[in-house]
């Protein structure tokens, strides 16, 4: 796991928790429109249908309220940019858990209103200074709430993706989290100064060893829209065929983040 040195950039506590809600509402919704035949498609996940897509959506927020009920640990063991690097070691379980759970609740709609139950009267009383024991490591409620917007914009995209006409929107600060964890994970991975990664309107950083600029337009530079970099960071789309597609712009000699995507498990 590469050490986070960089300083995580710090989230409103309150806009983050409206947002985790509202993103994770937004889905409920779509979800109780999807008839059968669209819960049986396929899904860019292996071996999972739009109905395990849709029950693992509960677990990304349920991990909370479970985890509220456990004890508190003694100490963080996880910093916020820990937290894209810890992720790989789960993935295995996490797909036995979700079609363990799909096949267990087979009434989905049942099964996201006691989500969202227990999510919002957890939230309505835990401190965002609260330790969770993650099973990635120890971390304080509001790190982890600004991980739950990650899994959620990614997992809303994949319904989206999965379902011909299905749109589910984007809360804008759920969004902007995710992209701006995700665009700093890549700045630990790859501490340096010459290149520049443009995510407008919501991150800019700098990453790579090489020259460092100090005016002007940086040695390097790589822009693209936010969901294309989501994309990118966890694995659903691959660098050579976003830029084929002209969905990133990359110039200069150390613009080629191939080899540092993605950057989930």
């Known amino acids: 796991m590469p050490p986070a040195k960089k300083r995580a950039r710090t989230y409103d506590p309150g806009r983050i928790r409206t947002a985790v809600l509202t993103q994770f509402g937004t889905v409920r919704q779509a979800v109780r429109t999807l008839t059968p035949e669209q819960l049986a498609l396929p899904t860019r996940l292996a071996g999972w249908t739009v109905r395990d897509l849709a029950a693992h959506v509960t677990m990304a927020v349920e991990t909370v309220s479970r985890n509220l009920e456990r004890a508190e640990p003694p100490k963080a063991e996880l910093a916020l940019l820990d937290w894209p690097f810890a992720t790989a070691a789960r993935a295995a379980g996490i797909s036995d858990d979700t079609l363990d759970l799909a096949a267990a609740h087979p009434d989905l709609n049942a099964l996201y209103a006691r989500a969202e139950e227990r999510l919002t009267e957890a939230l309505d009383t835990a401190p965002g200074g609260r330790l969770l024991a993650a099973r990635t490591g120890a971390i304080t409620l509001a790190d982890y709430l600004v991980t739950r917007t990650v899994e959620l914009v990614v997992h809303t995209d994949d319904l989206n993706a999965a379902v011909p ?23 630990v991975k790859a501490p340096g100064g010459s290149t520049e990664v443009r995510i407008p309107p919501y991150a800019v950083v700098q990453c790579v060893e090489g020259p460092r600029h100090t005016r002007g337009t940086p040695p390097s530079v790589v822009e693209t829209d936010p969901l294309t970099w989501i994309r990118l960071a966890c694995g659903r789309s691959t660098w050579t065929g976003a830029v084929e597609e002209a969905k990133v712009s990359a110039s ?14």
């Open 252 to 265: 200069g000699e150390r613009a080629d983040l191939g080899g540092l995507l993605p950057l989930l498990g």
């Open 165 to 187: 006409g299905l749109d589910i929107p984007y809360d804008r600060q759920a969004l902007a989290a995710a992209t701006r964890l995700l665009a700093d994970a890549l700045a």
